[in-house]
């Protein structure tokens, strides 16, 4: 039995919960909003379609309801609107998230958190100073949805499987993200050297970014929202922590001078698994990206230092 609670019915939240159930991951979802008629009518939409899937249940509930949970996953919060930096939702989504963690956890003190909503470095921090949840415990969905869309990308300039892309982004989940290209390869093959194996020209590595960085809000722009890439990532962490062995992914935890970065939360490699974050994966980056990774820390400290948290 695997219960995960959903603090947030919203398109991301409910989009988590489908997800969820279709991927068979959990037997038990409760998806608490403080709009209870969209909560209901989310998980009774979902769950008239269970006869075809693992079989599972769903309701809208309340923090109590939360209790025994193995995973609290947290999107509540302002949705970012077109044009918006995710910076820019910080005070009102501290706000809700400060409201939200006496709430949930003293109903679900053992669970493993994973905080989803914008900014969700910033939320992430603040979930740690404020929660009394040990570190391990409290993770940020951070770049795995930015890697999610590199991976993707890099998969579609040389013609090749998804699986074959090794690559993360790493830094802030926001404009000042990175890819630490020394780490990068295809089934092996360097980066620098995936054009003639692969019969295609070299990607350029600015371009690349750039598009990672901006794809969020060219789907913003287009459709109103993400929810759809940002929900399979998510589930892919849950189902790390409940089925799977440790896994090396990038998500956003406290930093306690790793590369010279402290007393913030970003992304860099961590092993996830059954007791949540079992520790960093450290891997060696150059000097350079080991100052972009800096930078990104000191923009994220910038913001944190404005806020009330």
């Given at each position: 039995m695997n219960k995960i609670s959903i603090i947030g019915a919203g398109s991301v939240g409910?989009?988590?919960?489908?997800?969820?159930?279709?991927?068979?991951?959990?037997?038990?979802?409760?998806?608490?909003?403080?709009?209870?008629?969209?909560?209901?009518?989310?998980?009774?939409?979902?769950?008239?379609?269970?006869?075809?899937?693992?079989?599972?249940?769903?309701?809208?509930?309340?923090?109590?309801?939360?209790?025994?949970?193995?995973?609290?996953?947290?999107?509540?919060?302002?949705?970012?609107?077109?044009?918006?930096?995710r910076l820019e939702l910080a005070q009102t989504n501290v706000n809700i998230t400060k409201s939200i963690i006496p709430e949930i956890t003293k109903h679900a003190p053992d669970a493993i958190y994973i905080i989803v909503s914008n900014p969700v470095d910033v939320l992430t921090y603040t979930f740690c100073k404020l929660s009394g949840i040990p570190e391990n415990r409290i993770i940020g969905s951070g770049t795995i949805i930015d890697t999610s869309r590199l991976r993707a990308k890099l998969s579609e300039c040389y013609n090749v499987s998804q699986n074959n892309v090794h690559?993360?982004?790493?830094?802030?989940?926001?404009?000042?993200?990175?890819?630490?290209?020394?780490?990068?390869?295809?089934?092996?093959?360097?980066?620098d050297e995936c054009g003639k194996f692969f019969g295609t020209p070299d990607v350029n590595y600015d371009e690349i970014e750039d598009f990672v960085r901006k794809s969020g809000g060219q789907v913003i722009q287009r459709k109103g929202a993400t929810f759809y890439a940002v929900a399979i990532s998510v589930c892919h962490i849950c189902e790390r922590i409940l089925h799977g062995i440790d896994t090396a992914m990038p998500v956003s935890t406290m930093m306690h001078g790793e590369y010279g970065v402290d007393?913030?939360?970003?992304?860099?490699?961590?092993?996830?698994?059954?007791?949540?974050?079992?520790?960093?994966?450290?891997?060696?980056?150059?000097?350079?990206?080991?100052?972009?990774?800096?930078?990104?820390?000191?923009?994220?400290?910038?913001?944190?230092?404005?806020?009330?948290?």
């Open positions: 409910s989009t988590i919960a489908y997800t969820l159930t279709v991927m068979g991951i959990a037997s038990e979802i409760v998806m608490i909003d403080i709009n209870t008629a969209k909560a209901e009518g989310e998980a009774l939409d979902i769950i008239q379609g269970t006869p075809f899937c693992n079989p599972c249940s769903i309701y809208q509930g309340s923090y109590e309801d939360a209790e025994g949970s193995d995973i609290v996953i947290l999107t509540s919060g302002i949705a970012r609107k077109p044009g918006q930096t690559s993360y982004v790493f830094g802030e989940h926001g404009d000042s993200s990175f890819v630490p290209w020394s780490l990068a390869n295809i089934s092996g093959i360097p980066m007393d913030v939360c970003l992304s860099t490699l961590n092993l996830v698994g059954k007791m949540g974050v079992r520790s960093k994966v450290n891997v060696p980056l150059t000097e350079e990206e080991q100052v972009k990774l800096r930078r990104s820390a000191d923009a994220l400290k910038q913001v944190i230092n404005s806020l009330e948290i």
